[in-house]
């Protein structure tokens, strides 16, 4: 394999990693909410990567991370993982995990577009041809209206806003990361401080909302919602996170990110399979628009 594309295949499997978590944490918000969900999937997720710090890097946290580090990676995980997550995980109730993710195909766009003024990106027109193409596919998809008949008219305007909420949130924090990542630093060790920031800051405010114990009882008594935090922890803000981390280091903002909003085609079968709904033509074909945009980012 080439080794110029570890990058953009990292976040290839992220887009996966994705696509699952957005399934199980959808079914476990239906259980117990997703305010709850994002409490205790920041748990599990340090949990899973204390133990692989520890047996990766040898100790279980990062002990040579200088503060400039931890400040830059701290506030990407403020910025991503409570407030847009916390905005994506209640649209995943109001639209769904197709259509949330569809918003989420903004989130390289605002990060190309931070990441231009801040810290000087660049992309080749080609490069902008196939992130284009690759998010009319995504559009496509997830817009087919076949496939939407299920949804509550109430809802879908306060979860097409909490979506581009969620891509704010993540857009912002892919250029945060970015900055604490410089030189050669772990991607684990970047998504530990990450984690550990976002879970300290939002079970804070859970004590200020006196919700800390109803979080734990409505986890223990839901077995079907424990098991899926618990699942999407280990798939998104463990696996996926990292892989997420170890992509922006090996590549582009614009081309990690344009990936990583691919969750949505990996979702059709699941969404065929799993939730039992139609998925028509138009899903089919978005799907290949939005591989052939892939394909250019592969070949530049």
């Not at 997420?244 to 699941?270: C, D, N, R």
Request: charged share 10%.
């Amino acid at each position: 394999m080439n080794m110029l594309y570890l990058g953009e295949l990292a976040a290839i499997i992220t887009s996966i990693t994705y696509a699952v978590n957005s399934s199980l944490f959808t079914i476990a918000g239906k259980v117990v909410g997703s305010t709850v969900v994002n409490r205790v999937r920041l748990v599990a997720a340090c949990l899973f990567l204390t133990l692989a710090h520890w047996i990766f890097l040898g100790s279980p946290w990062p002990v040579g991370a200088g503060r400039e580090r931890w400040f830059w990676l701290g506030i990407s995980g403020i910025v991503g993982l409570v407030l847009g997550d916390t905005f994506l995980f209640q649209a995943f109730l109001w639209v769904g995990p197709r259509l949330s993710m569809l918003m989420m195909s903004l989130a390289p766009i605002i990060a190309s577009i931070t990441a231009w003024i801040f810290l000087g990106e660049r992309l080749s027109l080609l490069q902008i041809s196939g992130i284009l193409i690759t998010l009319i596919g995504v559009g496509w998809v997830v817009m087919d209206k076949n496939n939407n008949q299920s949804l509550k008219k109430e809802n879908y305007l306060r979860g097409i806003l909490f979506g581009l909420g969620g891509a704010a949130g993540q857009g912002l924090g892919v250029v945060l990361a970015k900055v604490g990542l410089s030189g050669n630093f772990s991607p684990i060790s970047a998504n530990f401080i990450r984690m550990v920031t976002a879970m300290l800051v939002i079970w804070v405010v859970t004590l200020f909302q006196k919700e800390f114990l109803s979080t734990i009882n409505k986890v223990i008594l839901n077995r079907k919602a424990f098991w899926g935090i618990i699942g999407g922890a280990f798939s998104g803000p463990f696996l996926g996170v990292s892989l997420s981390l170890f992509a922006l280091q090996h590549t582009s903002i614009g081309v990690a990110s344009t990936l990583m909003a691919l969750p949505p085609i990996f979702l059709l079968p699941v969404e065929h399979y799993y939730f039992k709904q139609q998925v028509g033509w138009r899903a089919i074909a978005g799907t290949v628009v939005a591989l052939a945009g892939v394909g250019i980012l592969f070949l530049l």
